[in-house]
């Protein structure tokens, strides 16, 4: 059984992330799986992301893994990484799929006519690089990393979601969008922290000691 459990839905960069979860836990045992079963036994999982949110859906079908993840962000400590925050909530402006539907919103696109900073300079999309995030709520997952830190995106969609008590983080750009979510065993960031240096690093650390006091501890892994 595996301490920690890198899905592997056929894209995304499932070994930068399972390489920078073995640094920070060399203790651990880390797995980069497709297997159900797998992901079942893992004391915790992780959902990391990268590409369009329809093909993270089919995929994540075809491979017969929606089940196991639905189960894992219910039941254990679960962190989303990128599509890995998208596809948590009810649907994407991507192809107009539906996700998860664990948490109420609604992914969106950059809009073209509002990509302008504040000195009028045009903003590109797909946003890419290093942005600062706002800590809007206390997290163990925030432990040892300044509110403002710097995290690094590769994203042309956000999640929207009037559920305020559910946005853990907000960067801008050029307005503010949320950024990172948190709710009883789940954590998920739009942001890659196995990109983004000592801050990520401390954030993935954070992830492998942490542990949810709103889960029975019968499911405490």
């Keep these: 059984m595996a301490d920690v459990a890198v899905i592997d839905y056929g894209m995304g960069n499932l070994r930068s992330v399972s390489k920078a979860i073995e640094h920070v836990a060399p203790g651990l045992t880390v797995c980069v799986t ?7 036994r893992a004391g915790r999982v992780v959902f990391p992301g990268q ?3 329809p093909d993270c859906m089919r995929e994540m079908d075809a491979r017969g893994l929606r089940a196991a993840v639905l189960d894992a962000a219910r039941s254990k400590p679960f962190l989303g990484i990128c599509i890995g925050l998208q596809m948590l909530f009810e649907r994407s402006d991507e192809g107009g799929v539906a996700g998860l539907g664990l948490f109420a919103g ?4 950059f809009a073209a006519d509002a990509m302008v900073d504040a000195a009028g300079a045009r903003l590109k999309v797909p946003h890419m690089g290093w942005n600062g995030v706002r800590q809007l709520q206390p997290h163990p997952l925030w432990a040892g990393i300044d509110d403002g830190a710097r995290f690094y995106f590769v994203h042309s969609y956000y999640v929207e979601t009037a ?6 983080g907000e960067t801008d ?5 949320t950024c990172a ?16 240096a000592a801050a990520g690093l401390r954030l993935l650390a954070n992830f492998v000691g942490w ?5 029975p501890l019968g499911e405490r892994k």
């Design 106 to 109: 609604h992914v969106r696109k």
């Design 173 to 177: 750009y050029p307005h503010p969008f």
């Design 211 to 215: 542990q949810p006091r709103s889960m």
């Design 163 to 168: 559920d305020r008590a559910l946005v853990a």
């Design 34 to 40: 497709a297997d159900p079963a797998e992901v079942a």
């Design 51 to 53: 590409g369009a949110m």
């Design 181 to 196: 979510i948190a709710r009883d065993n789940v954590f998920a960031a739009q942001f890659h922290p196995e990109k983004s």
